[in-house]
Every structure is written in C-alpha cells, then in structure tokens.
C-alpha cells in the first residue's frame, strides 16, 4: 500500500531549462510534505518543504506546489543545473506526532550539460 | 560541528549472522529513526525512537531490533531471521515534531 507515489523513475533535461518532479498521495490526513535530495552512497539532504495551509512555497531556484483537492505535489526547478542530477524523494509527514515520514520511490534526475 | 556519524559505511556479514549499525548524533535531537533503502522502493521505516529508552516499530522491524540507552545512540542490529538485509542502512533524527530530518550518510550492508 503505496501511499506516496512518484511515478516517474526517472527524468532527463537540458541545463538551464525547468525540471519538473511529481508526487501523488493517498491520505488526505497529510499536512506536511517534503522534498529531499541524495547522491549515490550519501544521506538524503532536505530541500523543502510546504504545509497544507499553503499551495506554493519557493526557495531560491527551488519551488514546491501543492494541489490538496488532486493530493499532487510537484517540485519545479529554474533553471536546472548538472550539480542538481540527483535522486529526489518526496515525504509526507504521518499524522500524529511521531515524525514519521513516509517516502516515495525516488525520480533520478539527470541535467545534460 | 554536529552531526550523525554511521559506521561502518561498508559492511559484510556472512548469512545466519547478526551485525549491529551504530548511529550516533551530537544534535541533542531527541527523535531518531532508522531507515532503509532499496532500489525502486524508497525509504522504508524499520524502527523509531521519540525518547531514550524508549522506541517504536516502523513499517518493516521484523528481523531488526534496536536500544536507545542514551540520547546521542540508536544502534540497530540486523538479525539472521531478517530474510533479505542486504540494503542501504539510513540514521535520521528530528529536533522537534515537525520539520525535516537530518541524515547520516548510511551504511552499506552486503550478506555474502
């Protein structure tokens, strides 16, 4: 039982133009989502995230957005850059207060120089 | 300079052994986790801790078991009746309810 869900493995584009990840979820007693990025043999870093009070949040070339009636999230990044080619995990915060967050697949983007 | 330190970054156990993965975090966070990652699956939650000597199952423990005797520790031990171990072994913890984890840089369990 798959609640969150990036259903694309893998996405490649050109440096300087936008990349788009997304992420679908089930439960709609999430109220806290976030973007994380890993490189090969590495921990994940935290990117961003968005509360579901809000549908957008926006850091530096990085922009998260949200659409609770469609329990979509994406990540929009402008302009893509080769030191951005990494595995990117969506989370949703479990409800209550445990920490738990629950992982998506992971999308592997690839920026071509 | 704080952060998670795991060891060992590479390990190899022979089947039907135990090994224990050390987490250790001078963060002073209270909250840590325990995670692991295979291909194509994400990140799946193997146990947590809220509070020393306390801790809780996450979605995948059978086969693991953990103790959280101090706050900066949260060892996990891989037992022989986990049935497939070999994965990417990732510590977390979290300052406060809410927010984002902060990583280790995982251990790599290989059985061979």
């Known amino acids: 039982d798959q609640q969150v869900k990036q259903n694309s493995p893998s996405l490649s584009v050109q440096e300087g133009r936008i990349s788009i990840l997304n992420c679908d979820y089930t439960?709609?007693?999430?109220?806290?989502f976030l973007w994380y990025k890993k490189y090969p043999a590495e921990g994940p870093t935290f990117l961003i995230s968005?509360?579901?009070?809000?549908d957008k949040n926006e850091d530096g070339r990085f922009t998260v957005f949200l659409n609770k009636s469609a329990k979509h999230l994406s990540l929009h990044i402008v302009p893509s850059q080769p030191g951005d080619s990494a595995v990117y995990f969506c989370?949703?915060?479990?409800?209550?207060?445990?920490?738990?967050?629950?992982f998506g697949q992971g999308t592997t983007l690839q920026v071509k120089p | 300079d704080g952060g998670i330190t795991q060891s060992p970054k590479y390990l190899f156990r022979k089947e039907g052994q135990n090994v224990t993965l050390s987490c250790e975090q001078n963060?002073?966070?209270?909250?840590m986790y325990w995670y692991r990652q295979d291909p194509g699956q994400g990140l799946r939650l193997i146990y947590y801790s809220q509070i020393v000597n306390d801790f809780q199952k996450g979605d995948i423990a059978e086969g693991y078991s953990v103790s959280r005797e101090k706050k900066e520790s949260f060892p996990l031990t891989v037992t022989s009746a986990q049935k497939n171990p070999t994965a990417f072994y990732l510590c977390a913890t979290l300052p406060g309810q809410s927010g984002g984890y902060t990583f280790g840089s995982g251990t790599r369990l290989t059985v061979v």
């Open positions: 968005i509360s579901s009070i809000k």
């Open positions: 439960n709609s007693m999430f109220d806290y």
């Open positions: 963060l002073n966070h209270d909250a």
């Open positions: 989370a949703a915060s479990a409800p209550g207060n445990t920490g738990k967050l629950i």
